[in-house]
T-cell receptor
Framework: GEDVEQSLFLSVREGDSSVINCTYT??????LYWYKQEPGAGLQLLTY?????DMKQDQRLTVLLNKKDKHLSLRIADTQTGDSAIYFC????????????FGKGTRLSVIA | DGGITQSPKYLFRKEGQNVTLSCEQN?????MYWYRQDPGQGLRLIYY???????QKGDIAEGYSVSREKKESFPLTVTSAQKNPTAFYLC??????????????FGEGSRLTVL
């Protein structure tokens, strides 16, 4: 079965790096995603990684994938107050036509 | 502009009443989804549809119903049989196949409160 686990809270100081972690159970996962949700809003895709990749970097965001341990992380460099939000890890299986399975979300609080 | 529109944004309901949440998309996406969000529970899939006039139950379909009469519309009815309906409801859509990165596109959500 599919299950995605994340810690619920993270607090960092402005300017520091944030690292949000996620574990998933299904080794058939094809794509893994990070979505961001601002208060009272829908989710927006931040970044994604294909299962044959180990790392992906996009400006301040770095995604690391450890397939052996089924562990995904999102690092945000130089965290800003505007980064305060809930971050969801999600996985997709096989061809990608099945619905995404989401984790419970990590609430990131950035302290000025 | 293309996107997904959910309405209403806020809705109050008395116990025992059915309510319908609207979700419309003009992205020409084949698939549409309804998720429920509760604090600390993440997103849980209620129903999804990959083609007009067809839909599948998700993990928590009990007490909910949907229809897909048009490609662009996927309304969700929260029935009186749903025991704990107070939640934030999110609608999403995607093309099929789901594109190079498999992204889902989300609406802004509807917050339902049962009084």
């Amino acid at each position: 079965g599919e299950d995605v686990e994340q810690s619920l809270f993270l607090s960092v100081r402005e300017g520091d790096s944030s690292v949000i972690n996620c574990t998933y159970t299904d080794s058939s996962s094809t794509y893994l995603y990070w979505y961001k949700q601002e208060p009272g809003a829908g989710l927006q895709l931040l970044t994604y990684i294909f299962s044959n990749m180990d790392m992906k970097q996009d400006q301040r965001l770095t995604v690391l994938l450890n397939k052996k341990d089924k562990h995904l992380s999102l690092r945000i460099a130089d965290t800003q107050t505007g980064d305060s939000a809930i971050y969801f890890c999600a996985e997709s299986l096989y061809s990608g036509n099945t619905p995404l399975v989401f984790g419970k979300g990590t609430r990131l609080s950035v302290i000025a | 502009d293309g996107g997904i529109t959910q309405s209403p944004k806020y809705l109050f309901r008395k116990e025992g009443q059915n309510v319908t949440l609207s979700c419309e998309q003009n992205l020409n996406h084949d698939a549409m989804y309804w998720y429920r969000q509760d604090p600390g529970q993440g997103l849980r899939l209620i129903y999804y549809s990959q083609i007009v006039n067809d839909f599948q139950k998700g993990d928590i379909a009990e007490g909910y119903s949907v229809s897909r009469e048009k490609k662009e519309s996927f309304p969700l009815t929260v029935t009186s049989a749903q025991k704990n309906p107070t939640a934030f409801y999110l609608c999403a859509s995607s093309p099929l196949p789901r594109g190079a990165n498999g992204e889902l596109f989300f609406g802004e959500g509807s917050r339902l409160t049962v009084l």
